[in-house]
């Protein structure tokens, strides 16, 4: 089992729609949970964190995080083309939760 | 503010070379991390320091690369030789608190490996 796991995708919906990218993680006890998108060719940039149980709201964006189920998820309401990206998934494990485990990434595609 | 700084944007080596990338943090963070992601895989966790000191460096993947961070400001990775499985995007990220602060990335080096 992998310490993060997200679904490939793509994930496509239309322009407008509401996209939820879901991210599941080994560790019990972490807790910070990140939310990066990564253009293609480029470097993952913060999106969003969340460290406590329940629903954080930014704009557009939603974190959720679920720690008895080990579950955190990001909403993207009013999806518009350039939120077209890969999204990738990071969670603080380790023995001293000093680095970030990081999932495959989802990627999203929001056609116009 | 200046954001974390990788050099060089790209390397192409043959196998058995040497190369060394270069990680510029953000001024004033103590805590660099360099990661890697290898063709179709997630991004891995190579290694953790605290200003010039390495806290963690179990992502390493072997003797063939060493990492260092005189003085805590800039960092180095260094492979030598480098392997056909080495290739890959080389992040570099930094942040302030190691546990609670985001990580600010690099652009990445992309190595290939030939």
């Known amino acids: 089992q992998k310490e993060v796991e997200q679904n490939s995708g793509p994930l496509s919906v239309p322009e407008g729609a509401i996209a939820s990218l879901n991210c599941t993680y080994s560790d019990r006890g972490s807790q910070s949970f990140f939310w990066y998108r990564q253009y293609s060719g480029k470097s993952p940039e913060l999106i969003m964190f969340?460290?406590?149980?329940g629903d954080k709201e930014d704009g557009r964006f939603t974190a959720q995080l679920n720690k008895a189920s080990q579950y955190v998820s990001l909403l993207i309401r009013d999806s518009q083309p350039s939120d077209s990206a890969t999204y990738l998934c990071?969670?603080?494990?380790?023995?001293?939760?000093?680095?970030?485990?990081f999932g495959s990434g989802t990627k999203l595609n929001v056609k116009p | 503010e200046a954001g974390v700084t990788q050099f060089p944007s790209h390397s192409v080596i043959e196998k058995g070379q040497t190369v060394t990338l270069r990680c510029d943090p953000i001024?004033?963070?103590?805590?660099l991390y360099w990661y890697r992601r290898v063709m179709g895989k997630e991004i891995k966790f190579l290694l953790h320091f605290v200003k010039e000191s390495k806290q963690d460096e179990s992502g390493m993947p072997n003797n063939r690369f060493l990492a260092e961070r005189t003085g805590g400001t800039y960092s180095t990775l260094k492979v030598q030789p480098a392997e056909l499985e080495d290739s890959g995007v080389y992040f570099c990220?930094?942040?302030?608190?190691?546990?609670?602060?985001?990580?600010?990335f690099g652009p990445g080096t992309r190595l290939t490996v030939l």
């Open positions: 990071a969670v603080n494990m380790g023995n001293n939760f000093n680095k970030f485990y």
């Open positions: 990220a930094s942040s302030q608190d190691p546990i609670w602060d985001e990580q600010f």
């Open positions: 969340i460290y406590s149980n």
């Open positions: 001024s004033g963070h103590d805590n």
